[in-house]
């Protein structure tokens, strides 16, 4: 039990709860929240605050806002490297796939981050989760994926793991053991497939290094067949799934994944109607990644209409990698994801606190203002929440507050 001495109001304040409900981003004005150790305690009108707070220590907040703590549910964040020399030649008219095929794209990042001890790659990764934090960040998803190999695909989780702690937020790890074909296995995808559930996902379970198992299901990824077999080991292991989905081909990985009851399918960009109510079926989050559309100069969105009809939860995130979405920025994808997908700023920032921990399986303990919940939230110097997607530049963020803790 939380004593008096931990317990903590904040005044003076207008929350954003963001549960779902008749009131748009579960608004209350003029209202209090109340922290006990790493837990909201109580949230409410300011007037009704239960007398037994009135000895607890104070901070007033002269009118901003408070919303939860953002979640990034979707990240390649541990990396070495940067691939500035592809956007060059995309400008010059190659494409993603053109360079990804000649061994370029995810495979050149593989080599530098095979080549980069723990050491750097944490200093790398620290550094984008500084800038996500800064912009109010908590919740962080982070996927392995650029080593393919037992060792490097081991060390990337690692770097995960222990960057939970440096940098106070809450880290997810996801093993994405199945993101690309090393050139080791070049003409050889099954033997690379049996390599990745019999060699080194039983490695990542066995050392708890994954929370979720993902596949690259894409033309220059992994076919159906071979992410069905991902799935599968993954669900040997007892471990959920998702899927990167749809992101440059309709292959039909979302209706795979919501078979094997993934968590979320991710891209979506091609997803059609068939795909959406498999979705729907599965209870499974659509996560729109607006930075990627963005970089990679896509034209074809993500169904958000039918997503909406179907009652598809839809979450959004920043895919932060160094290809295809080189952005640590939160608040950047809040106004991509209205501008370029149609998300309303309501929507857009639901999908970056309500349905991203759901994404992440995380709903019982983070993604709103509500008892009980973690301790996650932001103070905005915003005068409305839409202002969070309105804007991007000066940053808002106020103070950011992690299991109760101040971390800005
Ligand atoms: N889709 C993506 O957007 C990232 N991975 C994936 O499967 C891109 C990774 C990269 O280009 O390095
Ligand atoms: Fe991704």
């Known amino acids: 039990m939380a004593t008096l001495s931990t317990t903590r109001v904040w005044r003076n304040c207008n929350l954003a709860t963001m549960q779902a409900g008749d009131e748009p981003y579960g608004i209350v004005e003029d209202a209090a929240l109340v922290v006990e150790g790493e837990r909201i305690a109580w949230t409410g009108l300011r007037v009704e605050l239960p007398e037994r707070y009135a000895s607890a220590s104070h901070e007033g907040l002269a009118g901003r806002w408070i919303t939860p703590g953002l979640i990034d549910c979707h990240t390649h964040l541990v990396y070495a490297g940067q691939r500035a020399d592809e956007f060059e030649q995309r400008q010059q008219g190659r494409s993603y796939a053109d360079i990804a095929r000649a061994g370029g794209g995810i495979l050149a990042t593989v080599r530098a981050t095979r080549g980069a001890d723990e050491d750097s790659l944490l200093q790398g990764t620290l550094a984008r989760l500084a800038a996500l934090r800064r912009e109010g960040v908590t919740t962080v998803e982070i996927k392995s994926g650029y080593g393919l190999d037992l060792a490097t695909e081991l060390r990337m989780l690692r770097v995960a793991r222990n960057a939970a702690g440096t940098s106070g937020m809450h880290i997810v790890t996801t093993f994405l053991g199945a993101h690309a074909l090393p050139e080791e296995y070049r003409g050889r995808a099954d033997d690379y497939i049996d390599f990745v559930c019999d060699e080194?996902?039983?490695?990542?379970a066995h050392e708890r290094l994954a929370d979720a198992v993902d596949v690259f299901c894409e033309n220059i990824g992994f076919g159906l067949q071979q992410t069905e077999r991902v799935l599968a080991a993954a669900r040997d292991h007892r471990l959920p799934v998702k899927l990167h989905a749809e992101q440059l081909s309709n292959m039909g990985g979302t209706a795979l994944g919501a078979r094997y009851g993934a968590l979320s399918a991710d891209h979506l960009e091609y997803l059609d109607v068939s795909g959406v109510e498999a979705l729907a079926r599965s209870g499974g989050v659509a996560v729109l990644l607006p930075g990627a559309f963005y970089f990679l100069r896509e034209t074809q969105r993500p169904p958000v209409a039918a997503l909406r009809e179907n009652g598809v939860p839809i979450a959004i995130a920043s895919d932060c990698n160094p290809g295809s979405s080189p952005f640590a920025s939160m608040q950047l994808m809040?106004?991509?994801?209205?501008?370029?997908?149609?998300?309303?700023?309501?929507?857009?920032?639901?999908?970056?606190?309500?349905?991203?921990?759901?994404?992440?399986?995380?709903?019982?303990?983070?993604?709103?203002?509500?008892?009980?919940?973690?301790?996650?939230?932001?103070?905005?110097?915003?005068?409305?929440?839409?202002?969070?997607?309105?804007?991007?530049?000066?940053?808002?963020?106020?103070?950011?507050?992690?299991?109760?803790?101040?971390?800005?």
Do not use: S
């Open 200 to 204: 080194v996902l039983p490695v990542v």
């Open 334 to 408: 809040l106004n991509m994801a209205c501008v370029l997908f149609g998300l309303t700023p309501e929507e857009a920032l639901a999908g970056a606190t309500r349905n991203a921990a759901q994404a992440l399986g995380l709903e019982a303990e983070v993604g709103t203002l509500a008892v009980g919940k973690r301790a996650d939230f932001v103070v905005w110097n915003v005068e409305h929440p839409a202002q969070l997607a309105a804007q991007f530049g000066p940053n808002p963020c106020y103070r950011v507050v992690a299991r109760g803790d101040t971390l800005i």
